[in-house]
């Protein structure tokens, strides 16, 4: 997935969970602190498990090469 994919899914559930929110136009700064540090935290985690998936996939093709050769 790109970074350009992972800004769009994030920025869309911001805004959903923006829209959710009754108070959206009425919150305090640090209920906008708050929705921005969770927000920041589901995107790092978002990224870290993008990530991972890509080594982890990495390492099967790997395996499963080295693992063709062996028997050949």
């Given at each position: 997935m790109a970074p350009e994919e992972i800004l769009e899914q994030i920025d869309k559930q911001n805004r959903e969970i923006l829209g959710a929110r009754s108070d959206a136009d009425r919150l305090t700064?640090?209920?906008?602190?708050?929705?921005?540090?969770?927000?920041?935290?589901?995107?790092?985690?978002?990224?870290?498990?993008?990530?991972?998936?890509?080594?982890?996939?990495?390492?099967?093709?790997?395996y499963v090469s080295d693992a063709a050769s062996n028997a050949a």
């Open positions: 700064q640090d209920q906008v602190l708050h929705l921005m540090n969770t927000a920041a935290m589901r995107g790092f985690r978002f990224g870290s498990d993008t990530a991972l998936s890509l080594v982890q996939s990495k390492l099967v093709v790997k």
